[in-house]
């Protein structure tokens, strides 16, 4: 499990209009660029002192690659970031408040406990 | 000596601004109701006639990050910008600076961490909506200095809501051993029941509007006995999944006393989640 490599995933995407953007028209090249090229980099360190170890397990990688927002719950991704980069990605092709309304839906087969978010 | 002269709790909801601001049919037809309710609760900020305010909220993956993620954090800086670009494009939340007061975090940095509070500090603080949302509610021409606390509510392994209180209580002390004549606010938000990112968010309500109800009774009546009794990191996960947020709420009732009734308390029920305003006055209701 690499639930911490998943949520940089989505911290570091959400933060950034440019790749949010990238993100929502080409997920799964923005995926696999960003694991080869992204996913070692220390945030607060200059390039030079990446880690080495870092990589997506293959569940991880297609639901990110996918748009798959249960999935990733089901992973154990932080839902508060899943949820705040998918309303960048999607709200703006719904009305309202349809989009957060049907994104909840689609999660109606969880019941408590959810799965677990600890890093 | 310093005087504490309000402690205020409140939820932050990130959409007031955008609500209130809001025009013609963008206008919710809530808005009317929720701008009343804050311009009262705004006033019982203005009557404590404070000169600083310490302000509890909760970075929400913005500047603090799951590489270094301090429980308890206390700004030091002469300013803290303020907003972050997903909070604008999310919430349409404006940019802000903020003044600091530095010798206020420093008393309250030496204080906590003699008093057993091994309290993280930033130098380079940008704050986000858990502070600017009740900037925009309640003091709007952000005029006054601040002291930033952060809290953890959000990457667990979380503090237990005890120690949430046990800091809330410090603080008073902190606040009131401060040698400056200076009238002092502490303003903390948090949430009531919250679900964000699972099944039951967006509803109607809140997720558990039982919870809410009583969570609003131990706030207003001071009852930290109860709540602690009832409450725990495993509990809160029952009435939504970022319900851990009503820990700062604690924390505030912490710094308000057990017992003590709150002054001003008023909420709304939106859809989503509860709103919910308290106000005491340590020193009595002012004049």
Redesign the interface.
Known sequence: MSKYLVNKFLFTVDRDPELVERYRDDPRATVTWWEATQANTLLNCVGAEASTWLRFEDAEREALATHDHPALFALGAHPFLTLTLFIALFERDHEGLEYQKWYGERLSHFSLPYPDIAT | MAELVAVIASTHHPFYYRASTATGDDRPPFADTWVAKIEKFRETLTRARPDVLVMVGSD???QL????MPQFLVGKAPFYDAN???EE??FGLPRMVLRGHEELSAHVLREGLDAGFDLAFSNELRIDHSITCPIITLRPQADLPIVPVYTNI????LPRPTRFVQLGRALREIIESWPADQRVAVIGTGHLSL????????GEHGPDPEFDRRAVEWIASGDIEGCLSEVTLDSL??PG??THGFMDFMLMMGVAGEGVRADHVDTLDL?HTMEAYFTWYPKGVPA
């Not at chain 2, 990050?65 to 270094?68: A, R």
């Not at chain 2, 679900?195 to 967006?202: A, D, I, S, T, V």
């Open positions: 929400h993956f913005h990050w799951l590489d270094n972050f670009y997903n494009r999310e959000f990457a667990p392994p679900e964000l990112g699972g099944p039951r968010q967006f996960h029952r999944n970022a859809f």
